[in-house]
């Protein structure tokens, strides 16, 4: 049984920072591509960061030097470090097991999201 269990969620002023964590089990996780995503209110669901099975990240332009992506291989947790955040990184936030196929990164399993709000 797959889990993503994430954490770390909260509210946080304009420019502060913040580190979501998400617990995986039920996969081998040195052998899949892990992502965050986050779903802002009233909009889609996009991609934030990835990390590749492979070694390498890819992050959304919007994110790019503010947020990193890294992983633990000693817990199974995937971290987001987060900083100089902006009103407009308000969103749920979340971890996602995925693949490349065709070029585009696909979802094969959820976690159930952490809320962060930015906001003074």
């Known amino acids: 049984q797959v889990q993503l269990v994430e954490s770390g969620g909260g509210v946080v002023q304009p420019g502060g920072s913040l580190t979501l964590s998400c617990a995986v089990s039920g996969i081998p996780f040195s052998a899949r591509s892990m992502g965050w995503y986050r779903q802002a209110p009233g909009k889609q669901r996009e991609l934030v960061a990835i990390t590749a099975s492979g070694g390498g990240t890819n992050y959304a332009d919007s994110v790019q030097g503010r947020f990193t992506i890294f992983r633990d291989y000693a817990s199974n947790t995937i971290y987001l470090q987060m900083y100089s955040l902006k009103p407009e990184d308000t969103a749920v936030y979340y971890c996602?097991?995925?693949?490349?196929?065709?070029?585009?990164?696909?979802?094969?399993?959820w976690g159930q999201g952490t809320p962060v709000t930015v906001s003074s």
């Open positions: 996602a097991v995925v693949r490349l196929a065709g070029g585009i990164w696909l979802v094969d399993y």
